[in-house]
């Protein structure tokens, strides 16, 4: 295999991360996966286990091995510490892509204690500048495809379209109204969203000091557990999260009623996000890779998101489909109440993405997965003990009516 075609997937034992590096395996790249396997230590410290039971990553690997012929490398190593083997490993693999998925990426977790608020700012802004740090000492013309959050935009209601990444604004320059474009304003809603903003700002200096060639993949909440790779033998079943701090909404909700739990809607469940299917992931991160930056191009930034929807939907739609009870809970989040979203996702559209958007028959299929393993969701973590702040009461009842909609429409960020 040429040394053009490898890359490095950093967090490829992961949620995404795993699904990934099969897809660009298949797809004949020669895959090395770099994770600490810190989020496996996580799920021991939070007492809980992926819904779907996973295998040891030597196993995952072997079996994929056995299965297809194609080696995938792994390295355990931390790449918010382990800065001078990282560097060392990339300049051994010298990959033409690196994908960064290696980061602390739940928001109620992000929010649980001053030591989980710490860790996760130490966690993804040092892993983040010491990959572009290496990137740029191995001098090779590596492109680095990062994977964001549609967070940073803010989940307040912006009044427009949320454009890629950048806002064409006018401004007046000595007496002329000019138009330019700036990156979109920061509007970080957690700790863990803050850590997106400030990677973006680490990309900005190193595209411009350094010319490093960057992807930044503002990705929605990411739903569904299969992809075509995973299904292909129960040894590389993907992770999939549920409990109160890194089960995603919609996912949630398929657990909850697989399981009997009433449906967690938090506030009013007027928040309305964007979300992706795992599958659409995959796609669209093997798209950013055969797409990268011209060299000197400014950071590229795609709208990884396929479909936008309000919470409390969600949850009338799942309760539609399996007869669950909806409850609404105090919101443990510091959150608008109400938003409206709409956003640009033109570019993964033109690269020819095919966007696989919410159907009955994929709902049916990860309700089928949750009702296949619920004997190993321990009900007493589904709700969360995190919060935004101390004085939000912790809220382990929620009641069967909505709540009254608020007085007036949040502005964004606020
Ligand atoms: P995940 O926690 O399942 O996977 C992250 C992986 O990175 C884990 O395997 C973990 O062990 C590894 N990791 C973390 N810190 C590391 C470090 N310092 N060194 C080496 N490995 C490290 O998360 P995920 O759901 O797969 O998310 C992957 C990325 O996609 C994250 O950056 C997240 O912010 C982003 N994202 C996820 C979603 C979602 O809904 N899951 C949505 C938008 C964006
Ligand atoms: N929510 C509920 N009930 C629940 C869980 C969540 O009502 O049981 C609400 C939340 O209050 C929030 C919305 O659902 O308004 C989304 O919450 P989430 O936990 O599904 O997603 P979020 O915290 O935003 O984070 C997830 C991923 C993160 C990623 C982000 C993409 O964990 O890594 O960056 O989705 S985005 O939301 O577009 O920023």
Not at 30 to 59: F, H, M, W
Not at 188 to 196: E, L, Q, V
Not at 296 to 312: L, M
Request: charged share 25%.
């Amino acid at each position: 295999m040429a040394v053009s075609e490898r890359i490095m997937v950093l967090g490829g034992d992961g949620f995404c991360g795993w699904p990934t590096a099969l897809r660009l395996s298949r797809e004949g790249y020669d895959v090395v996966i770099v994770d600490n396997l810190s989020r496996r230590k996580i799920d021991i410290e939070l007492g809980c286990e992926s819904l779907t039971p996973i295998q040891p990553i030597e196993r995952r690997l072997r079996t994929w091995e056995e299965l297809t012929g194609r080696h995938i490398a792994f390295y355990n190593l931390n790449i918010a510490e382990d800065y001078y083997e990282l560097e060392k490993l990339i300049e051994e693999v010298r990959p033409k892509a690196i994908v960064h998925f290696a980061e602390q990426r739940a928001a109620p977790y992000s929010m649980k204690s001053p030591r989980h608020k710490r860790y996760t700012v130490d966690n993804n802004v040092n892993g983040t500048h010491n990959v572009l740090c290496a990137i740029v000492e191995s001098g090779l013309d590596i492109h680095l495809v990062h994977l964001g959050t549609m967070g940073v935009y803010g989940y307040g209601t912006a009044g427009m379209s949320i454009p890629e990444g950048y806002l064409t604004v006018k401004v007046e320059i000595d007496g002329v109204d000019r138009e330019i474009e700036i990156p979109y304003p920061p509007h970080p809603g957690s700790i863990y969203h803050m850590t997106k903003t400030l990677d973006a700002l680490l990309f900005y200096y190193y595209n411009k000091n350094d010319d490093v060639r960057i992807t930044d993949l503002h990705q929605g909440v990411v739903w569904g557990t299969n992809t075509e790779e995973t299904l292909m033998h129960p040894d590389l079943i993907n992770r999939f999260d549920w409990e109160g701090d890194y089960g995603t909404v919609l996912n949630r909700f398929l657990v909850e009623a697989a399981v009997g739990h009433p449906l967690t809607v938090y506030g009013s469940g007027g928040q309305t996000r964007a979300f992706i299917h795992i599958r659409d992931t995959v796609r669209c991160i093997s798209l950013a890779i055969q797409h990268p930056p011209k060299r000197k191009e400014r950071v590229k930034i795609f709208n990884q998101a396929t479909e936008t929807h309000r919470v409390r939907d969600l949850a009338q739609l799942v309760s539609r489909l399996t007869g669950a009870e909806i409850r609404y809970y105090v919101n443990p989040r510091n959150e608008a109440p109400d938003n409206d979203l709409v956003i640009h996702n033109r570019q993964f559209l033109e690269l020819g993405l095919k966007p696989i958007t919410l159907s009955e028959g994929l709902l049916y299929e990860v309700i089928e997965v949750a009702a296949r393993y619920k004997d190993r969701i321990d009900m007493s973590k589904i709700l969360s003990d995190s919060r935004w702040r101390a004085d939000i009461p912790i809220d382990r009842e929620g009641r069967a009516q909505q709540p009254a909609p608020p007085v007036a429409p949040a502005v964004n960020g606020h």
